[in-house]
């Protein structure tokens, strides 16, 4: 299995940017797809942004063309560069990686098609 741990979270205001990122260690990182989710006090967990081995991308509507995610197989390490933040988006950001090389197919995706979970970084956005 894979362990994930997270880190770069932080306070930033309104309309600004953070970078997280999430070491893996353990089983080859780049035998898995990777994803961002988050969750907003007393909100479920949602989906963020998803990356495929080969690097396919695959965002949530409300973060497309403010949020990146890539990975970097040589070190072992996923990102999500986040922009235009706003207070909304204030959740403990979570890193996961799924058994597969490949994100589920198209639809909504769930907390449940991913095996393997960091321990989340905080992220607050004041207004």
């Known amino acids: 299995q894979v362990q994930l741990v997270e880190s770069g979270g932080g306070l930033v205001q309104a309309g600004g940017s953070l970078r997280l990122s999430c070491a893996a260690s353990?089983?080859?990182?780049?035998?898995?797809?990777m994803g961002w989710f988050r969750q907003a006090p007393g909100k479920g967990r949602e989906f963020v942004a998803g990356?495929?081995?080969?690097?396919?991308?695959r965002y949530t509507d409300s973060v497309k063309g403010r949020f990146t995610i890539s990975r970097d197989n040589a070190k072992n390490t996923l990102f999500l560069q986040m922009n235009s933040l706003n207070p909304e988006e204030t959740a403990v950001y979570y890193c996961?990686?799924?058994?597969?090389?490949?994100?589920?197919?198209?639809?909504?995706?769930?907390?449940?098609?991913?095996?393997?979970w960091g321990q989340g970084t905080q992220v607050t956005v004041s207004s």
């Open positions: 996961a990686a799924r058994a597969s090389l490949y994100l589920p197919p198209r639809g909504a995706m769930t907390e449940g098609q991913f095996q393997y």
């Open positions: 990356i495929t081995s080969g690097g396919v991308t």
């Open positions: 353990g089983r080859t990182f780049n035998d898995y797809a």
